[in-house]
């Protein structure tokens, strides 16, 4: 059963840091790009980030350039978020979610074109 599962959310300070974790399973993750996204409470869901799946091509939306990081681990099934300096506005569930291809750029960074998700993880940044 094809799956992809968010962990590492949590409550943190602003200003502090975390990672968050893809796992995938039922399929091989090295084949596909991969997106995060995440959706804040009474807003669309908004694309943050995708790698390819060498992670020779990295892109990030402007609310996270400099702050966020993605990566990922083929061996390991894994693709991660290290999400740094965070602030109140980055409150919301993340999620990650599996392109139809190899690659992904900021402009394929829509609902529509990614066809597998996780279930989210909750990220908190109190003000």
């Known amino acids: 059963q094809l799956q992809l599962v968010e962990s590492g959310g ?4 602003p200003g502090g840091s975390l990672r968050l974790s893809c796992a995938a399973s039922g399929f091989t993750l090295g084949n596909f790009a991969i997106g ?10 908004e694309g943050l980030s995708c790698i390819s799946t060498s992670g020779s091509s990295r892109n990030y939306a402007d609310s996270v350039k400099g702050r966020f990081t993605i990566s ?6 894994t693709v991660y978020l290290q999400m740094n300096s965070l ?4 409150t919301a569930v993340y999620y990650c979610a599996r392109s139809p ?3 992904c750029t900021m402009s394929t960074m829509r609902e529509t074109y990614f066809g597998y998700w996780g279930q989210g993880t909750q990220v ?3 003000s």
């Open 10 to 13: 949590g409550l943190v300070a």
């Open 36 to 45: 995060w996204f995440r959706q804040a409470p009474g807003k669309e869901r």
């Open 72 to 77: 990922r681990d083929n061996a390991k099934n």
């Open 87 to 90: 602030k109140p506005e980055d």
């Open 101 to 103: 291809g190899q690659y």
């Open 124 to 126: 908190t940044v109190p």
